[in-house]
Nanobody, 115 residues
Framework: VQLQASGGGLVQAGGSLRLSCTAS????????AAWYRQAPGKQRELVAQ???????SYEDPVKGRFTISRDNAKNTVYLQMNSLKPEDTAVYYC??????????WGQGTQVTVSS
């Protein structure tokens, strides 16, 4: 099983980035997919998630700015991040989980937002 995340980088405040995470070795459409982030010195936190039915939820700090989506044909989950702020700086991790099939993590991609 492998989750390969990409799309991170350095961007100025107010800019946008799109993260992608492609899964292999699992039946992706059976899993809820999510993005987490971990800033230096802080615990990893949930950012957004999307269910197998396409229902989405977001944590308050990113509501209205981030959009999570998935393409089951490509085994990929996306995170469109707009109006980025310096406090969004973190390593972003993709995650897939199912109560019966297990939980898997990607390797993380760095997002740095300069002020």
């Amino acid at each position: 099983v492998q989750l390969q995340a990409s799309g991170g980088g350095l961007v100025q405040a107010g800019g946008s980035l799109r993260l992608s995470c492609t899964a292999s070795g699992i039946f992706f459409r059976r899993f809820t997919a999510a993005w987490y982030r971990q800033a230096p010195g802080k615990q990893r936190e949930l950012v957004a998630q999307i269910t197998t039915n396409g229902d989405t939820s977001y944590e308050d700090p990113v509501k209205g700015r981030f959009t999570i989506s998935r393409d089951n044909a490509k085994n990929t989950v996306y995170l469109q991040m707009n109006s980025l702020k310096p406090e969004d700086t973190a390593v972003y991790y993709c995650n897939t989980n199912d109560v019966f099939l297990g939980t898997y993590w990607g390797q993380g991609t760095q997002v740095t937002v300069s002020s």
